[in-house]
């Protein structure tokens, strides 16, 4: 591939290069129609004249408020083509999210995805005084705040591409805000350009390879590793219209290639051992030698003739109708975002899907270091980019293998918006970034990540403790929805855990017992759950394991505040809503103590 030197110019090679291809499918009315590069290119050719005609130019900054759809590319190459700033947000982010974002970034148009979206900016609009416009992409075309009505202005007064220098800001990416306000992350043109061609060398493609789009675009993780990677190789992207509709959407497109996270896999897993443990026990003998075959093929170890016959049965009975729900044309799957438990890679690998783990930061563009077809270590998250180094900051941890992972490299973001102080916490002053991530080299220098270095705390005894890393293992089990462990400064840990209801409710009918209105209430699911702790909490230290937990049936999300946009912990908040709760089991867990000591 050519060098790039912006994005302005990799839109405009890949549209002229591949104009008559399929570039984004839409799906309407239970049918998937296209638009070829040429389609979409006109649309940024009037969104890049219509920006214009609003006042927008060089150094400028354009926001969104949407979900991923034609129209956010489309904005976002129409931004970077008057060498203006693209700063993306999520649909499901709080009012509040909006406006102080709005404000920080200091934006001058702001694309709303929703009547309702459009109607809530408006009435922050007084307390933005760098806003001068609102546009609405569900607006009337007649109206003059509309989508449409930006692309006739921009129809009638056409304005040429510019050409974005390297190092100037493609974008603002705010981060989740798990710990405070959302950090705007600026990341240049060369900062995307250099993680898009280094991944180029390891991830080949051609224009016939399809994705489906779900991550969101907002996200550095999906807008590199999708939306601009696929468009240097001509490739198309079907745009999932709904979670709830993604394994049927994933039937009908068929795609050839996935960027996914982890938690697409661990329901997927979760899902089919639960199947699998309804068999009877000699067929799910044989699905489980079948698994440790596809293992030891992986490890380069060559599987008894037992082994090999159960693999072989298990993957015309039950692996193929797997793939076959993914479309059955995968070549690659590209997990990031969380670490993947290695039980689920190993299965989803089994299945005869290529897993392939990376990882990264938004303040990276986002790839540090991946695995890759041709080398591959399960349980790793692959060597480092080429053209990226990583130095692994023992000084932080007094260990002599594992430290902070520090990056280098020109995906390297140039700093955090307004936030000095941050800057200079990390970023180092010979060019390295402070991750915040504990890790260590293995053997042929592939990295392994032992969590975020701010979840980790300490018990009252000392012992240090990485929440992340048990709380996703415990997601596997179908009846645990979600899961918090905390124990910072107390003597033990313990777990709140949202009950997986329809999981619960299924087992209760399976075992032909009528469960209490109050589900957190009832013995029966509370010894199903504490089951579940020991079954999926097995390879836990015994300092780790929670030693109490209570039931919860209203889940963390995004809408009540307890999630980020990015589906991540904010442990503080929860915390804080559930003080009482988490009060009460260390003191019903002391009482019983004292009790026994008596």
């Known amino acids: 591939m050519e060098p790039i030197k912006n994005l302005a110019e990799l839109w405009e090679n890949s549209c002229c290069k591949f104009a008559d291809r399929p570039y984004l499918g839409t799906r309407k009315d239970g049918k998937w129609t296209w638009l070829t590069y040429r389609e979409v290119g006109e649309i940024v050719d009037q969104a890049r004249g219509g920006l214009a005609a609003l006042g927008v130019g060089k150094g400028d900054r354009v926001a969104i408020i949407s979900d991923n759809r034609v129209e956010w590319g489309a904005a976002a190459f129409a931004t970077y083509g008057l060498e203006a700033s693209f700063v993306p947000m999520y649909q499901a982010q709080r009012p509040g999210e909006w406006q102080f974002i709005l404000a920080d970034c200091g934006a001058r148009v702001v694309i709303a995805a929703t009547d309702a979206i459009h109607e809530a900016i408006l009435a922050m609009r007084s307390q933005l005084p760098d806003l001068q416009h609102v546009v609405g992409l569900s607006r009337p075309a007649d109206a003059p705040d509309s989508w449409g009505a930006l692309l006739a202005a921009g129809a009638a007064r056409p304005v040429p591409r510019g050409d974005p220098a390297p190092e100037s800001i493609a974008g603002f990416i705010y981060t989740s805000g798990t710990t405070g306000k ?358 836990f230290k015994k300092f780790e394991k929670p030693r109490a937990f209570a039931l919860l049936r209203e889940d963390f999300t995004i809408a009540n505040g307890l999630l980020t946009p990015t589906l991540k912990l904010k442990r503080r908040e929860v915390v804080a809503r559930f003080a009482a709760v988490i009060d009460g089991l260390y003191e019903q867990k002391a009482g019983r103590i004292e009790q026994a000591q008596a």
Not at 392 to 407: H, L, M
Not at 498 to 520: F, K, M
């Open 182 to 539: 959302p950090k705007g992350v600026l990341l240049s043109h060369q900062n995307f350009c250099s993680n898009i061609l280094a991944i180029e060398k390891l991830f080949p493609m051609v224009p016939e390879d399809r994705s489906l789009s779900f991550l969101p675009w907002a996200h550095s993780f999906g807008q590199t590793c999708e939306l601009y990677y696929g468009l240097l190789w001509g490739a198309s992207a079907a745009l999932n219209d709904s979670l709830d509709r993604l394994l049927d959407n994933l039937a009908e497109i068929r795609p050839t290639v996935l960027v996914a996270v982890p938690r697409i896999f661990n329901r997927i897993y979760a899902a089919v051992e639960a199947e699998i443990s309804r068999r009877p026990a000699l067929l799910q003998r044989i699905i489980h030698a079948g698994v440790r075959c596809a293992i030891k093929k992986e490890n380069g170890e060559r599987p008894a003739l037992p082994e090999r016959l159960a693999f072989a049965f298990a993957d015309k009975a039950v692996f193929a109708k797997i793939r076959q729900r993914f479309g059955g044309r995968l070549r690659w799957v590209c997990s990031g975002s969380a670490t993947l438990g290695r039980d689920v890679a190993e299965f989803i690998n089994a299945v005869g899907l290529p897993v392939y783990e990376g990882y990264g930061l938004t303040e990276t563009s986002p790839v540090i270091s991946t695995n890759y077809p041709g080398c591959r270590r399960i349980g790793t998250v692959g060597p480092v980019l080429p053209g990226v180094r990583v130095v692994i900051d023992t000084g932080v941890t007094g260990d002599e293998r594992e430290g902070e992972i520090v990056a280098y490299g020109p995906n390297v973001m140039v700093g955090y918006h307004r936030r000095p102080e941050e800057n200079e916490k990390t970023l180092a002053r010979d060019g390295g970034l402070r991750t915040g991530d504990l890790g260590y080299f293995e053997e042929e220098g592939f990295l392994r990540v032992s969590g975020r270095i701010k979840e980790q705390f300490k018990l009252e005894n000392g012992k240090y403790v990485m929440p992340s890393t048990m709380e996703e293992a415990l997601k596997l089990s179908p009846y645990i929805a979600n899961v918090m462990i905390h124990g910072d400064g107390r003597p033990f840990n313990v777990a709140l855990i949202v009950i997986g209801e329809p999981a619960v409710r299924a087992w209760a009918a399976e075992q032909g017992v009528t469960l209490a209105a109050d589900l957190p209430a009832d013995e029966r699911v509370r010894a199903l759950i504490e089951a579940e702790l020991e079954r999926f909490g097995a390879e």
